[in-house]
Protein backbone atom coordinates (compact mmCIF):
# COMPACT_ATOMS: atom_id res chain seq x y z
CA UNK A 1 0.00 0.00 0.00
CA UNK A 2 1.35 3.26 -0.60
CA UNK A 3 1.90 6.39 1.85
CA UNK A 4 -0.21 8.57 -0.05
CA UNK A 5 -3.53 7.30 -2.54
CA UNK A 6 -5.06 9.46 -5.21
CA UNK A 7 -7.18 8.47 -8.10
CA UNK A 8 -5.42 9.94 -11.22
CA UNK A 9 -8.71 9.91 -12.99
CA UNK A 10 -9.45 12.13 -15.45
CA UNK A 11 -12.45 13.76 -13.77
CA UNK A 12 -15.14 15.65 -16.35
CA UNK A 13 -17.16 18.13 -14.58
CA UNK A 14 -19.36 21.26 -16.76
CA UNK A 15 -18.56 24.63 -15.96
CA UNK A 16 -19.99 25.47 -12.24
CA UNK A 17 -19.90 22.51 -10.95
CA UNK A 18 -18.68 20.81 -7.45
CA UNK A 19 -15.62 19.49 -7.32
CA UNK A 20 -14.20 17.04 -5.14
CA UNK A 21 -10.53 16.17 -5.42
CA UNK A 22 -9.74 13.71 -2.22
CA UNK A 23 -6.15 12.10 -1.06
CA UNK A 24 -5.86 8.59 1.62
CA UNK A 25 -2.72 7.82 3.44
CA UNK A 26 -1.85 5.30 5.93
CA UNK A 27 1.06 7.72 7.91
CA UNK A 28 -0.48 8.96 10.75
CA UNK A 29 2.26 10.82 11.43
CA UNK A 30 1.05 13.06 8.98
CA UNK A 31 0.65 16.88 10.00
CA UNK A 32 1.21 19.15 7.05
CA UNK A 33 -1.58 18.71 4.41
CA UNK A 34 -0.86 20.58 1.09
CA UNK A 35 -2.56 20.47 -2.38
CA UNK A 36 -0.93 21.80 -5.60
CA UNK A 37 -2.21 22.73 -8.79
CA UNK A 38 0.11 21.86 -12.31
CA UNK A 39 -1.34 23.17 -15.41
CA UNK A 40 0.39 21.51 -18.44
CA UNK A 41 4.18 22.27 -18.86
CA UNK A 42 4.63 23.96 -16.01
CA UNK A 43 5.69 23.36 -12.33
CA UNK A 44 3.33 22.63 -9.30
CA UNK A 45 2.06 25.95 -7.74
CA UNK A 46 1.10 25.82 -3.96
CA UNK A 47 -2.72 26.37 -3.86
CA UNK A 48 -3.57 25.12 -0.10
CA UNK A 49 -1.30 24.59 3.01
CA UNK A 50 -3.04 23.64 6.11
CA UNK A 51 -2.13 22.15 9.27
CA UNK A 52 -3.96 18.71 11.41
CA UNK A 53 -7.53 18.72 11.03
CA UNK A 54 -9.75 21.14 10.33
CA UNK A 55 -11.08 23.31 6.60
CA UNK A 56 -9.53 26.10 5.33
CA UNK A 57 -11.26 28.08 3.05
CA UNK A 58 -9.16 30.35 0.11
CA UNK A 59 -12.04 31.71 -2.61
CA UNK A 60 -13.77 28.94 -4.40
CA UNK A 61 -10.96 26.43 -2.86
CA UNK A 62 -11.50 24.90 0.50
CA UNK A 63 -9.23 22.35 1.78
CA UNK A 64 -10.57 19.72 4.48
CA UNK A 65 -8.73 17.37 6.73
CA UNK A 66 -10.01 14.33 8.61
CA UNK A 67 -7.11 13.16 10.39
CA UNK A 68 -9.35 9.93 12.36
CA UNK A 69 -10.43 9.12 8.86
CA UNK A 70 -6.64 9.68 7.17
CA UNK A 71 -8.59 11.25 4.54
CA UNK A 72 -8.00 14.97 3.20
CA UNK A 73 -9.91 17.08 0.65
CA UNK A 74 -9.99 20.15 -2.01
CA UNK A 75 -13.33 21.52 -2.80
CA UNK A 76 -13.36 23.57 -5.77
CA UNK A 77 -17.01 25.91 -6.29
CA UNK A 78 -18.25 27.69 -9.26
CA UNK A 79 -15.39 25.59 -11.31
CA UNK A 80 -14.17 27.32 -14.37
CA UNK A 81 -12.78 25.71 -17.54
CA UNK A 82 -9.31 27.57 -16.14
CA UNK A 83 -9.04 25.16 -13.11
CA UNK A 84 -8.33 22.19 -15.57
CA UNK A 85 -5.22 21.30 -14.25
CA UNK A 86 -3.51 18.11 -12.25
CA UNK A 87 -4.18 18.35 -8.65
CA UNK A 88 -1.53 17.06 -6.51
CA UNK A 89 -2.13 16.14 -2.74
CA UNK A 90 1.20 15.98 -0.65
CA UNK A 91 1.92 15.82 3.48
CA UNK A 92 4.64 15.54 5.52
CA UNK A 93 5.10 14.56 9.05
CA UNK A 94 6.68 18.27 9.96
CA UNK A 95 10.57 18.77 10.48
CA UNK A 96 11.30 16.63 7.67
CA UNK A 97 10.74 19.29 5.33
CA UNK A 98 10.01 16.71 2.84
CA UNK A 99 6.17 16.06 1.80
CA UNK A 100 4.92 12.75 0.17
CA UNK A 101 3.30 13.33 -2.84
CA UNK A 102 0.26 11.86 -3.88
CA UNK A 103 -0.11 10.86 -8.07
CA UNK A 104 -2.00 13.63 -8.97
CA UNK A 105 -5.95 13.97 -10.51
CA UNK A 106 -6.27 15.00 -13.97
CA UNK A 107 -9.56 17.65 -13.91
CA UNK A 108 -11.57 18.89 -16.84
CA UNK A 109 -13.69 21.71 -16.70
CA UNK A 110 -15.89 21.98 -20.01
CA UNK A 111 -17.96 24.76 -21.20
CA UNK B 1 7.37 33.47 -2.87
CA UNK B 2 10.52 33.04 -4.74
CA UNK B 3 10.50 33.32 -8.71
CA UNK B 4 12.11 29.88 -9.48
CA UNK B 5 13.98 29.85 -13.11
CA UNK B 6 14.58 26.27 -14.44
CA UNK B 7 17.29 26.14 -17.71
CA UNK B 8 16.58 24.65 -19.91
CA UNK B 9 12.91 24.42 -20.16
CA UNK B 10 13.37 20.96 -22.34
CA UNK B 11 15.09 19.20 -24.36
CA UNK B 12 16.20 16.38 -26.62
CA UNK B 13 19.16 14.13 -25.90
CA UNK B 14 21.22 11.69 -27.46
CA UNK B 15 21.91 8.43 -25.41
CA UNK B 16 25.32 8.23 -23.24
CA UNK B 17 25.24 12.24 -23.37
CA UNK B 18 24.64 14.73 -19.85
CA UNK B 19 23.02 17.47 -19.74
CA UNK B 20 23.18 19.94 -16.95
CA UNK B 21 19.86 21.65 -15.47
CA UNK B 22 20.29 25.11 -13.77
CA UNK B 23 18.15 26.16 -10.95
CA UNK B 24 18.09 30.20 -10.08
CA UNK B 25 16.13 31.76 -7.00
CA UNK B 26 15.50 35.29 -6.61
CA UNK B 27 16.06 35.25 -3.08
CA UNK B 28 18.07 33.18 -0.89
CA UNK B 29 16.13 30.25 0.42
CA UNK B 30 17.58 27.52 3.19
CA UNK B 31 17.01 24.37 1.27
CA UNK B 32 16.58 23.00 -2.48
CA UNK B 33 15.35 20.00 -3.99
CA UNK B 34 15.49 18.30 -7.29
CA UNK B 35 13.06 16.13 -8.05
CA UNK B 36 11.66 13.84 -10.50
CA UNK B 37 8.39 13.61 -12.33
CA UNK B 38 7.44 10.51 -14.87
CA UNK B 39 3.97 10.53 -16.52
CA UNK B 40 1.26 9.68 -14.27
CA UNK B 41 3.63 8.87 -10.89
CA UNK B 42 4.24 10.91 -8.32
CA UNK B 43 6.70 13.54 -7.68
CA UNK B 44 9.98 11.38 -6.54
CA UNK B 45 12.64 12.92 -4.53
CA UNK B 46 16.38 12.76 -6.46
CA UNK B 47 18.34 14.66 -3.62
CA UNK B 48 18.61 17.85 -1.46
CA UNK B 49 21.04 19.93 -2.60
CA UNK B 50 22.91 21.27 0.43
CA UNK B 51 25.20 24.82 0.27
CA UNK B 52 28.80 24.16 0.91
CA UNK B 53 28.64 20.35 0.82
CA UNK B 54 27.58 17.28 -0.80
CA UNK B 55 23.76 16.43 -1.79
CA UNK B 56 21.83 14.42 -0.13
CA UNK B 57 20.03 11.53 -2.39
CA UNK B 58 16.81 9.67 -1.79
CA UNK B 59 17.13 5.62 -2.35
CA UNK B 60 17.54 4.61 -5.84
CA UNK B 61 19.63 7.56 -6.84
CA UNK B 62 23.58 7.93 -6.80
CA UNK B 63 25.96 10.74 -7.10
CA UNK B 64 27.86 9.33 -10.44
CA UNK B 65 24.59 9.67 -12.23
CA UNK B 66 22.90 12.87 -11.14
CA UNK B 67 25.98 15.31 -9.63
CA UNK B 68 24.05 18.11 -7.58
CA UNK B 69 26.00 21.41 -6.90
CA UNK B 70 24.86 23.98 -4.79
CA UNK B 71 27.80 27.00 -4.91
CA UNK B 72 25.28 29.37 -2.79
CA UNK B 73 21.82 30.45 -1.40
CA UNK B 74 20.70 30.96 -4.52
CA UNK B 75 21.82 28.44 -7.21
CA UNK B 76 22.02 24.84 -8.02
CA UNK B 77 22.42 22.40 -10.78
CA UNK B 78 21.58 18.79 -11.52
CA UNK B 79 23.53 16.74 -14.28
CA UNK B 80 21.85 13.81 -15.47
CA UNK B 81 24.77 11.94 -16.60
CA UNK B 82 25.28 9.04 -19.21
CA UNK B 83 22.03 9.45 -20.01
CA UNK B 84 19.29 6.37 -21.44
CA UNK B 85 15.93 6.42 -23.00
CA UNK B 86 14.63 5.44 -19.28
CA UNK B 87 15.72 9.02 -17.60
CA UNK B 88 13.26 10.75 -20.24
CA UNK B 89 11.16 12.74 -18.03
CA UNK B 90 10.45 15.89 -15.76
CA UNK B 91 13.20 17.67 -13.74
CA UNK B 92 11.93 20.27 -11.32
CA UNK B 93 13.35 22.12 -8.93
CA UNK B 94 12.18 23.31 -5.49
CA UNK B 95 13.14 25.41 -2.77
CA UNK B 96 11.90 25.58 1.16
CA UNK B 97 12.76 27.53 3.93
CA UNK B 98 13.15 24.94 6.13
CA UNK B 99 11.63 26.91 8.89
CA UNK B 100 8.56 26.50 10.72
CA UNK B 101 7.38 23.98 7.95
CA UNK B 102 7.20 26.16 5.18
CA UNK B 103 5.80 24.28 2.27
CA UNK B 104 8.24 23.68 -0.91
CA UNK B 105 8.07 25.94 -4.18
CA UNK B 106 8.91 24.55 -7.40
CA UNK B 107 10.38 26.09 -10.86
CA UNK B 108 8.46 25.16 -14.37
CA UNK B 109 10.46 22.05 -14.58
CA UNK B 110 12.87 20.51 -17.55
CA UNK B 111 11.58 18.27 -19.95
CA UNK B 112 14.04 15.74 -21.01
CA UNK B 113 13.98 13.24 -24.30
CA UNK B 114 16.57 10.57 -24.59
CA UNK B 115 16.79 9.18 -27.97
Known amino acids: QKEVEQDPGPLSVPEGAIVSLNCTYSNSAFQYFMWYRQYSRKGPELLMYTYSSGNKEDGRFTAQVDKSSKYISLFIRDSQPSDSATYLCAMEPGGSYIPTFGRGTSLIVHP | SAVISQKPSRDICQRGTSLTIQCQVDSQVTMMFWYRQQPGQSLTLIATANQGSEATYESGFVIDKFPISRPNLTFSTLTVSNMSPEDSSIYLC????????????FGDGTRLSIL
Open chain 2, 94 to 105: SVGQGGGNQPQH
